[in-house]
């Protein structure tokens, strides 16, 4: 029998609609009202924001939040984009890698509020006397807190695809444009849903850092919820800025349940394991959908176009390593490409140390550097204590699986909160009670980024195998010993990745935690992070250029010469299983 | 167009050479001077050791791989990329484990530009041929191995190959699924079922290979070469049972344990293992499993002296595993490998009897005295004052004889064999050898 009925699901009864349809296109339509609402205000001209300026009415926030949370969308979009581009970019030619990956290694590293100096002037400029000038300014800020990582791991899934995945690829004549579709976007994957959720974290913080901002004589504050506790800080209004952060509270919730939780339980199909997992990630969101029936119908057209995009046959002009006669690369566009490359640095720094020199001396550089050395000291302080505390905090939760399994989404969640809406209330207490700016303004640093250590910890010791943990019972290994001997080395890689993420975050967060002030009074502590706060509302754009190099130096030194190795020694060593 | 090729010619390859670049950067030679013709209507098997290059020519046929000289014909058209007309299956599967079993076949049709209708039609009837229909919507890691690897075979069967390629299909599925797909693509190739011309499978199991084929080429190593060629005229189904079976099961074990011509034999009889003193090359193989072979062969019912293809039976290794085995002992002159047979030596009975400590002693002095690294090693550590020396300093030395996987994993092997025979101990942080033991 040869003639089979061809099911396809979707297409069964696909017209007639069910109530979970009714309840998705509430939800499609409400997004696109939204949206299109959002995006009208965007296109004002610049003088509306002093027509109708933030207010902290709290029956605006609805609206500022709106705003915040398309300026996150349309970055994450923006990162998406530029992570396909330059990953496989950086990943399909050898001379392009070159010059891409060392580029976005230090382009981590760098301080992003530091950036908003120059990207606020110049696309105020693109767009005289408009508002879209502000706000792309503000996306690309937090643009550049999302997309380093994301394209680090885009291109190092796209260098690991399996090898005979690629192979079949070929045998297969898919064209190279296919196999990036097919191949190597789908492996690449978890991997970047990881990365896109770990940088929206970031995001949040910057999103709400430069909304309102002062860069010399100019004034920025978009509608959004960043300037709306900007205001309540001029104004010492305690309880506008508990407004805000219940607003953002919930605002963070409906992004990880409507959009991400969604997107995860999706993309689990993706996993690169031979094997069905355990517990694949579930999103009542993702199954409502599933359920619609007509929604799903609609949804066809758009399947078949992304099907045809994905197919169409066009072929890398770099040819596949097939040409193993002339696999030797041609020296000649290497020695020009060489070539091409130092020209271009050397220009680059003669053109900096000439912009730089005419304005800096050796003294400020020295300067630079001491207030830098100033904020690694609080760095490496912090760090070590969020350890002290939460390594112990983490192991206990983390062996028992009951609780861990309701603390690990808290303190996911806890990481992805912008901590700098909560500065205020600690700004409040340091002026109240008199309190020394240099100690007490530091814990801000690490507010925000001290719960990645508690959940990698959490996820460390939930891993932890519990064969190991019966073998050291029935030695009767206790007390110091077998945190040293047992446990500590066996969550070693979880912390590790912890301490760097939250290193890295505590370095850029410097920049907001080491100045503040409330109402009129005006906390600094000394620091790298002040010296470049204070310079960028200076407007002493030799003098931020300055901070920025300094701290990426020592972002960049301090990476290569702790967390690398570390990190290395525990995937060697230490990995368990 | 004087030699215009037979038309029922498919692949025709001449003097086919192939080299990579080695960590020296001398080239290592994988394939040399390799003659090969595919007629239609036969199953050819490629029968060697591990790193005899049968792959490698798989993969030139595939157009994955360019040769590095000679000339390679799809057809009578030289292969400059993966030609029309030929699929492959994969002994990893590589299946792509976001797509459906469906969407897994129809992906060689997408590719080819095949309208949605027809591509349906054909995925279904491939799928119903390779026996797994109610699997359509499955994903590859709801599969059991089995099944997976008859996605594999349904997705090249699919797109109608003149040639279907096979790398080790069956070696990472269990003996029973194993046995089961064997035979069931035997059976649907004689009922003439299959839509395809010929197969082209690369194997290293000696009994699958008389299993399945109408012809076996038998590959020697280093670098690789056809060492002989034998014509299967048994008739399908075949009994393994059937004396003829086992007769030709046997010779083509002689066959690959047969030493090489004269003029390449290595001066110290290490047989098969390429490379000769110290850029020798050892697969790693345990201590543990050298001594246990050694008392398996000394004791009843084999007193010293075993039959290759039964050994194998018996311990459920694959040939190219008893080879491996077969060949460390006879390096450490515990045994001797000859036409299909493992003889135990009067050293190795010897060891076989001892205390584990008189093993070690034993086992420390034949590395010594047969394995010319070691001594240099043993030697070197004893010459310098410090009695300490980093494992660089021998990896460079390997890497002027073979590549960088090669010299890692000789240093593998000398690292583990050594500390057994407590002949040093190495620190792997500081990845160097010396002299003194932890007390």
């Known amino acids: 029998m040869y003639f089979r009925v061809i099911r396809v699901p979707a297409l069964e009864q696909a017209l007639r609609p069910n109530i979970w349809d009714i309840v998705a296109l509430i939800l499609v339509v409400g997004a696109m009202v939204l949206i299109v609402y959002g995006g009208e205000q965007t296109t004002l001209p610049l003088s509306s924001l002093d027509v109708a300026p933030v207010s902290l009415d709290p029956s605006n926030l609805p609206l500022y939040a709106l705003r915040t949370t398309m300026r996150?969308?349309?970055?994450?979009?923006?990162?998406?984009i530029f992570t396909f581009i330059y990953a496989a970019l950086a990943a399909k030619s050898r001379r392009a890698e070159m010059v891409l990956i060392p580029l976005l290694d230090i382009l981590q590293s760098v301080p992003i509020l530091g950036f908003l100096t120059f990207t606020v002037v110049f696309f105020m400029n693109l767009f005289p006397g408009n508002v879209l000038g502000a706000e792309l300014a503000c996306v690309f800020a937090i643009f550049t807190s999302q997309a380093w990582n994301m394209t680090f791991s885009m291109y190092q899934s796209m260098r690991n695809v399996p090898k005979d995945l690629e192979e079949a690829t070929q045998s297969f004549h898919l064209s190279g444009w296919q196999r990036f579709w097919r191949l190597d976007v789908p492996f690449a994957m978890p991997g970047l849903i990881w990365n896109t959720m770990m940088s929206m974290s970031g995001g949040w913080f910057f999103v709400v850092a430069s909304e309102a901002i002062t860069v010399g004589n100019t004034t920025v504050t978009l509608p959004g919820i960043g300037s709306y506790v900007a205001l309540g800080i001029e104004k010492q209004d305690l309880t506008a800025i508990g407004y805000a952060i219940l607003t953002m509270l919930l605002v963070i919730i409906a992004y990880d349940q409507l959009l991400f939780r969604p997107i995860v339980a999706w993309a689990d199909k993706f996993r690169f394991e031979q094997t069905a997992s355990g517990n694949p990630p579930t999103s009542w969101m993702l199954d409502l959908f599933r359920r619609t029936r007509a929604l799903r119908a609609l949804t066809l057209p758009f399947a078949a176009v992304n099907r045809a995009f994905s197919n169409l046959r066009i072929n890398w002009p770099v040819s596949l390593p097939h040409a193993a006669k002339s696999s030797s690369p041609s020296r000649v566009v290497d020695v020009i490409w060489f070539v091409l490359i130092a020209v271009s640095t050397g220009y680059a720094a003669y053109r900096a140390y000439d912009y730089l020199s005419a304005s800096l001396g050796p003294s400020d550089i020295f300067a630079a550097f001491g207030y830098g050395l100033l904020t690694l000291a609080r760095v490496i302080v912090l760090i070590a204590l969020a350890t002290l505390i939460w390594v112990p905090v983490g192991v206990w939760i983390g062996l028992r699986p009951k609780l861990a399994e309701r603390v690990q989404p808290l303190a996911q969640f806890l990481a992805a909160f912008p901590?700098?809406?909560?500065?205020?209330?600690?700004?409040?207490?340091?002026v109240h009670y008199g309190l020394n700016a240099n100690i007490w303004l530091s814990p801000l640093m690490i507010l925000g980024t001290q719960w990645y250590i508690l959940f990698n910890v959490i996820a460390g010791a939930s891993a932890f195998p519990s064969d190991l943990r019966e073998a050291a019972s029935s030695l009767h290994l206790?007390?110091?010993?077998?945190?040293?001997?047992?446990?500590?080395p066996g969550i070693f890689p979880y912390y590790i990745t912890g301490a760097i993420t939250a290193s890295g975050g505590s370095w850029n967060a410097s920049i907001v935690a080491e100045v503040a002030s409330w109402g009129t009074t005006h906390l600094t502590a000394a620091g790298l992070g002040a010296y470049i706060a204070k310079a960028t509302e200076a407007g002493d754009f030799p003098r931020v250029v300055l901070g920025i190099a300094v701290m990426c130096i020592l972002v960049t030194l301090f990476n290569r010469l702790l967390w690398r190795p570390l990190y290395a020694f525990g995937e060697r060593r230490l990995r368990l299983g | 167009m004087l030699d215009q090729p037979n038309k029922a010619t498919l692949i025709d390859i001449k003097s086919v050479c192939r080299s990579f670049p080695k960590g020296s950067g001398e080239a290592l030679q994988v394939l040399e001077k390799v003659d090969l013709t595919i007629h239609a209507g036969e199953i050819v098997g490629l029968l060697g050791r591990s790193g005899s290059g049968k792959s490698t020519l798989l993969r030139i046929i595939a157009g994955l791989i360019a040769p590095?000289?000679?000339?390679?014909?799809?057809?009578?058209?030289?292969?400059?990329?993966?030609?029309?007309?030929?699929?492959?299956?994969?002994q990893s599967f590589a299946l792509f484990p976001w797509l459906t079993v469906l969407q897994n076949v129809e992906l060689g049709l997408e590719a080819l530009g095949i309208d949605a209708a027809e591509r349906r039609k054909r995925a279904i009837a491939a799928i119903d041929l390779i026996g797994l229909d109610g699997f359509e919507s499955a994903y590859p890691k709801e599969l059991s191995g089995g099944m997976r690897q008859r996605v594999g075979f349904a997705r090249a069967l699919v797109v109608h190959p003149d040639l279907l390629l096979m790398d080790e299909p069956f070696s990472a599925l269990d003996v029973l699924t194993a046995e089961t797909l064997r035979t069931d693509l035997v059976d649907l190739w004689i009922e003439g079922r299959l839509p395809i011309k010929s197969v082209l499978m690369v194997t290293h199991n000696i009994e699958e290979a008389v299993l399945m084929c109408d012809r076996v080429l038998v590959f020697s190593s280093n670098p690789g070469r056809v060492a002989a060629e034998f014509k299967i005229d048994l008739p399908h189904p075949r009994n393994r049972l059937d004396p003829t079976f086992r007769q030709l099961v046997d010779t083509l074990y002689a066959r690959m344990t047969q030493r090489p011509g004269p003029k390449t034999q290595p001066a110290g009889g290490a047989g098969n293992i390429p490379g000769t003193g110290v850029g020798m090359v050892l697969d790693h193989v345990s201590s543990n499993v050298l001594s246990g072979l050694i008392e398996t062969l000394a004791a009843e019912p084999y007193n010293g002296h075993a039959d290759l293809p039964v050994l194998a039976g018996q311990l459920q290794l694959e040939a190219d595993e008893i080879f491996h085995l077969g060949e460390s002992l006879q390096l450490l002159r515990f045994a001797q490998l000859s036409e299909g047979d493992l003889v135990l030596s009067d050293a190795g009975m010897r060891f076989a009897h001892l205390e584990t400590d008189a093993r070690k002693k034993m086992f420390a002095q034949h590395l010594v005295e047969y394995v010319p690294v070691m001594g240099l090693i043993k030697r070197v550590l004893d010459e310098r004052p410090s009695h300490t020396a980093p494992a660089a300093r021998f990896r460079n030395e390997l890497e002027d004889y073979m590549s960088e996987d090669y010299a890692d994993e000789t240093l593998k092997t000398i690292v583990s064999w050594g500390r057994y025979g407590e002949l040093f101990a190495y620190d792997e942080q500081s990845e160097t050898f010396s002299l003194e033991n932890p007390n």
């Open chain 1, 419 to 430: 901590a700098n809406l909560a500065f205020p209330v600690f700004v409040y207490l340091i």
């Open chain 1, 72 to 80: 996150m969308l349309l970055a994450i979009i923006c990162s998406i």
């Open chain 1, 478 to 488: 206790k007390g110091w010993r077998w945190w040293i001997k047992v446990v500590l």
């Open chain 2, 68 to 90: 590095s000289s000679g000339d390679a014909m799809c057809r009578g058209e030289t292969i400059l990329g993966p030609p029309n007309g030929v699929a492959m299956v994969f």
